[in-house]
């Protein structure tokens, strides 16, 4: 395939979550969401996701979404408080692959497919290089 025709990736969705449980996600990701003020954290235990469900910004429950990054526009929501409540941990910053916005208008990230962002992986390597070192 020439490079002209393979897409970016931030053309796509794209979301991660890391240790502090802060979904951030790009900008093409929350435009395509409907650019909400707020969301609504919903986790399903039987299918093991997180979902995100756009709300007014003074609905009971909502976490507001914030600017990550003025260069990039990607956006951030905090929410540790439930991901606590729900008991997910994971070790690392992770990205979704097969993040999807269905037909409700609800974001689903399937924790079962995450994986480490190479960000992450990079780090720990750095991380553990300069720990070896005398």
Known sequence: IP?????PHYAGIHVTRNRKAWIVMSRRTYERFGAPKAVLVLFDEVNNRIGLKPVG????????????????????VRCYRLIVEAGIDLPATVEFPDADITAERILTLDLRTARPSARAKARQRLSARRSSQP
């Open 3 to 7: 490079r002209s025709y393979v897409m």
């Open 57 to 76: 910004p003074g609905t009971r429950n909502a976490h507001p979404v914030n600017v990550a990054n003025t260069k990039t526009g990607s956006k951030i």
